[in-house]
Nanobody, 125 residues
């Protein structure tokens, strides 16, 4: 079992920045990919970004965040991050961290094995 805990959400004005963190605990001794997803009220959960275990393959980004968001990870600390710049009101959502017990992953949420509880991001106009 892997437990994931997100932090760093909050209220920010449009154009601002936030950095989300995801702390992994439990059975983190094997390779795992990390993804970020988000869910806005009344909408389906959507893919935001994903990064492989070694970070040696290019991260995947949703088109809507490409160039504004950056995913990264620190395996020694069992941490993953999502740096969000130039935030827009449409980025408002609950953001979830997810992990997959495989070295890489992509945008399909069904591929992920573990999920955090989410952190709220609200972008005001």
């Amino acid at each position: 079992q892997v437990q994931l805990t997100e932090s760093g959400g909050g209220l920010v004005q449009a154009g601002g920045s936030l950095r989300l963190s995801c702390a992994a605990s439990g059975r983190t001794d094997s390779s795992y990919a990390v993804g970020w997803f988000r869910q806005a009220p009344g909408k389906d959960r959507e893919f935001v970004a994903a990064i492989s275990w070694g970070g040696n393959t290019p991260p995947h980004y949703a088109e809507s965040v490409e160039g504004r968001f950056t995913i990264s990870r620190d395996n020694a600390k069992n941490m993953a991050y999502l740096q969000m710049n130039s935030l827009k009101p449409e980025d408002t959502a609950v953001y979830y961290c997810a992990s997959r017990s495989y070295y890489c992953s992509g945008p399909n949420p069904n591929d992920y094995d573990y999920w955090g509880q989410g952190t709220q991001v609200t972008v005001s106009s």
